[in-house]
Nanobody, 125 residues
Framework: QVQLVESGGGLVQAGDSLRLSCAAS????????TGWFRQAPGKEREFVAV????????DYADSVKGRFTISRDNAKNTVYLQMNSLKPEDTAVYYC??????????????????WGQGTQVTVSS
């Protein structure tokens, strides 16, 4: 078992930056690939970014590529999502998730075993 707690969300203006954090506790965090998903009102949850357990491999949704950066510090049991050049369409609840799959950078929700409670990001125009 691993418990995940997101933080860092808030209300910002278009073009601003935010850094989300996902703090893990429980089992050794470094055994999990970790991803970020988001869900906007009235929409399905969608993949945002993922980082392999080692941190060597990352993958991003096309909609955030070049603007968002995922990273991890296994010594601190924390994964980060640096979000730059935010747009109103980035408004959503952002969730951190951990996966034990053998796939290095999973993108499907069903591949992830543990989820945080989410943090709200609101981008005004």
């Amino acid at each position: 078992q691993v418990q995940l707690v997101e933080s860092g969300g808030g209300l910002v203006q278009a073009g601003d930056s935010l850094r989300l954090s996902c703090a893990a506790s429980g089992r050794t965090f470094s055994i999990y690939h970790t991803g970020w998903f988001r869900q906007a009102p009235g929409k399905e949850r969608e993949f945002v970014a993922v980082i392999s357990r080692s941190g060597r491999t990352t993958d991003y949704a096309d909609s955030v590529k070049g603007r968002f950066t995922i990273s991890r510090d296994n010594a601190k049991n924390t994964v980060y999502l640096q979000m730059n050049s935010l747009k109103p369409e980035d408004t959503a609840v952002y969730y951190c998730a951990a996966a034990m799959t053998s796939v290095a950078t999973p993108r499907r929700s069903r591949d992830f075993n543990f989820w945080g409670q989410g943090t709200q990001v609101t981008v005004s125009s």
